[in-house]
């Protein structure tokens, strides 16, 4: 059973920095898509970040020279380094991990910024 834990989340000042790490445990050594979203309150899930196999990053415009996606691909981790924080930044940060045309989820981790 694919399993997805996540950590680093927390409060930050604006101007400040977080560092999310998200480790998939319950499979064999793979390199698989992987990424974050997030979700404010009242407001839709979104697309913050993504790292394909081969090591492409997308990221939503908004997070653009503030935030760096990256993983480890032996410790089938995804991380993302998030600068510049801003309020509106302010969501529960969603992992996700492709596997075998399915997409499995962290459990959230909180992300408040105060301004």
């Known amino acids: 059973q694919v399993q997805l834990v996540e950590s680093g989340g927390g409060l930050v000042q604006a101007g400040g920095s977080l560092r999310l790490s998200c480790a998939a445990s319950g499979i064999a050594f793979s390199i698989n898509p992987m990424g974050w979203y997030r979700q404010a309150p009242g407001k839709r899930r979104e697309l913050v970040a993504s790292i394909s196999s081969d090591g492409r990053t997308n990221y939503a415009d908004d997070v653009k020279g503030r935030f760096t996606i990256s993983r480890d691909n032996a410790k089938n981790t995804v991380y993302l380094q998030m600068n510049s924080l801003k309020p509106e930044d302010t969501a529960v940060y969603y992992c996700?991990?492709?596997?075998?045309?399915?997409?499995?989820w962290g459990q959230g981790t909180q992300v408040t910024v105060s301004s």
């Open positions: 996700y991990f492709d596997l075998n045309y399915l997409r499995y």
